[in-house]
């Protein structure tokens, strides 16, 4: 084989291993049961609700006895062993012999909410064998509100598996994602008057800034039309003097001190044997 016969080979086996190592590195995610086409918004929108939480891995250990001591792996919308390819979202470990059972699948997922719980169900676990009819597990987690914590609590709550059908095993974790929106608690007069103190105060900043650094003002004249505040300070206080005044305007003072209608009249009489003769 010629020489570029063999680069041209290496090339593209290069290329397939790139390919192949790039599919294993991207992780799969949830999907809705049902054709691609028939799934809803709301459940389009609770899984990217769910993304914060697809990075974590949670484990639950569960002991009764000598004969049951399981660990539970759990993650949300991604596979807890990747690399094995089986789609498996939460897997349970036989402590004891370290057989793994594949509870529930995220190629299985269902997803619906209330106001303050998010419900993640996996089905198409590994089958039952003797119990339930032989169907297969799933995986039922409930998901509650709990405001300021990413996710914590993850449990088992129980396994039912005396029924005929619909078996299930529930878990339950709390999140803040789980939350709703927190409305804003601010009314309109609220809002209208922190806008208003807001634009005092861009008006009084902006105009003091403009005076000094301008107009090259000092002092009060630095104050944004100060001439024109002043006068209606003085109007102001006219108006606050009429309108509060507890007496008639041409009431006289209390005290007023000697006056000329105490003085008397004036004495008609003249001191005229005074003048020179």
Not at 74 to 84: A, G, M, Q
Not at 96 to 125: A, C, H
Not at 181 to 208: D, K, Q
Request: include cysteine; charged fraction near 25%.
């Amino acid at each position: 084989m010629s020489p570029p016969c063999h680069t041209s080979a290496l090339l593209l086996v290069l290329m397939a291993l790139a390919v192949a190592g790039a599919e294993q590195s991207e992780e799969r995610s949830c999907d809705v049961i049902g054709d691609e086409s028939s799934e809803s918004q709301m459940e389009r929108a609770l899984l990217k609700k769910l993304e914060p939480l697809s990075d974590m891995r949670f484990n639950v250990t569960v002991e009764k006895g000598k004969t049951e001591n399981y660990v539970y792996h759990f993650r949300v919308c991604r596979e807890v062993n990747s690399t094995s390819h089986d789609f498996g979202g939460l897997v349970q470990t036989d402590r004891q012999n370290g057989k793994t059972t594949v509870i529930g699948r995220i190629n299985e997922t269902q997803v619906f909410n209330g106001s303050d719980w998010i419900m993640l169900i996996y089905k198409g676990g590994d089958s039952y064998g003797r119990h339930c009819s032989g169907e297969k597990r799933r995986a039922v987690i409930m998901i509650s509100c709990k405001r300021g914590v990413t996710a914590s609590s993850f449990s088992i709550i129980s396994e039912e598996r005396e029924k005929e059908q619909e078996c299930f095993y529930l878990f339950e974790m709390d999140s803040s994602v789980a939350c709703p929106a927190e409305n804003s608690h601010l009314s309109v007069g609220s809002i209208l008057l922190i806008t208003f103190v807001s634009l005092i105060a861009v008006y009084i900043i902006g105009g003091f800034l403009y005076q000094r650094l301008v107009v090259g003002a000092k002092g009060m004249e630095q104050i944004p039309h100060f001439a024109f505040w002043q006068d209606l300070g003085f109007s102001l206080a006219d108006g606050c003097d009429f309108v509060c005044r507890s007496k008639p305007r041409n009431a006289p003072a209390a005290y007023r001190g000697v006056g000329d209608d105490q003085l008397g009249e004036e004495s008609e009489e003249r001191d005229d044997h005074l003048l020179p003769m």
